[in-house]
Structure formats: structure tokens, C-alpha cells
């Protein structure tokens, strides 16, 4: 792949093959849960600057638009609606909150993979080979390093997403008034 980049973009990438390579492949399923994870994050920030307000509008003219909005059956119709409402702005939110906690578990795997790596140079030359056995502990730190970065800076987005479902969908239950 360096191949094809220009000598100035090989430059830029090369520290970044270095690192993925110090972690050994379980650093590429953390890049690639990473690269999952703020997609979806990115995903609901735009759901919720720009879907949501025209979603929300339509369920008001919706409401709105009733001749009968005191009855029984009308409560029940308005609390499907906050309902769908809720699960819409909510879509995603399992889904991320399962790459945050897979992160640092494949972090762990790193971890668990590397010091077999290590425990195979010491098993093989002895504990002499300090190069070999700092390849292995290299190979059981960055991977664990990686997998709680990718876990903590989802954490943020997640409760704020979760807030936000909350307020807006009691803002909206006030909106959509009995009366």
C-alpha cells in the first residue's frame, strides 16, 4: 500500500504501520471496531442536527392535525408516537454501547496474546533475547493502550446521546399537549 502513495504521504503513514505493527493483528480489530464505533457516533450527531428537528416537527403537525386529543385512545395514540419517537433517536445507541465495551476486551486480548509471545521467546532462547521479549511485551501493551482509548472517547458521546434522547423526547411529550 506504500507502494502507491506519493514519497511525502509514504513519510506520513510509516509511523502509523509501525504502531499497527507493534500491536500485532489485534490492534487492526480495535482500528476497525474504532472506524465502526465513530461512524455510528458520527451518524447520530447528524441524525440529531438534522433529521431529528424535522421528525420532530412532523409528529407535532401530526398531533396537531387531530380534532380529538383528549380521549382515551388519543393518549394511547400519543404515546406510540413519543415511543417511535424515543426508538428512533435511540437506534444506534446498543450497538455503540457494545463497541465501548468490546474495545478494551480486545485490548485484553492483546494483552493475553503478546505475553504468550513473550512466554514463547523465553521458552525458546531463554530470557537472554531482551529484543525478542520486548517485541511480545510491545505486542501485550499497545494493544490494551489502544482497546481503553477507543472505549473512553466513546463513553463521552455515548451519555450524550443518552441525555439528549431523554430531554428530547419529555420536550416533545410537553409539545404534544392533551388540550
Request: hydrophobic share 50%; glycine share 8%; proline share 3%.
Amino acid at each position: 500500500m506504500l507502494d502507491l502513495l506519493g514519497a511525502s504521504d509514504a513519510g506520513l503513514l510509516l509511523p502509523v504501520q509501525r504502531f499497527m505493527d507493534a500491536g500485532g493483528f489485534v490492534l487492526w480489530w480495535i482500528f476497525a471496531a474504532a472506524i465502526v464505533l465513530w461512524t455510528l457516533i458520527l451518524e447520530r450527531y447528524w441524525y440529531f442536527r438534522r433529521i431529528w428537528p424535522r421528525r420532530r416537527d412532523g409528529v407535532r403537525r401530526v398531533w396537531q392535525a387531530r380534532p380529538e386529543r383528549r380521549s382515551w385512545t388519543a393518549r394511547r395514540i400519543r404515546a406510540a408516537m413519543l415511543g417511535e419517537q424515543e426508538a428512533s433517536m435511540a437506534a444506534t445507541l446498543p450497538l455503540i454501547q457494545v463497541l465501548i465495551s468490546m474495545c478494551p476486551l480486545l485490548g485484553l486480548l492483546g494483552t493475553v496474546t503478546g505475553m504468550i509471545e513473550v512466554f514463547d521467546v523465553m521458552s525458546l532462547k531463554g530470557t537472554s533475547d531482551a529484543r525478542a521479549m520486548a517485541a511480545g511485551v510491545s505486542r501485550a501493551t499497545v494493544p490494551t493502550m489502544a482497546g481503553m482509548v477507543v472505549g473512553l472517547s466513546g463513553l463521552l458521546s455515548i451519555n450524550r446521546f443518552r441525555k439528549r434522547v431523554r430531554v428530547e423526547t419529555e420536550r416533545l411529550g410537553d409539545e404534544l399537549a392533551y388540550t
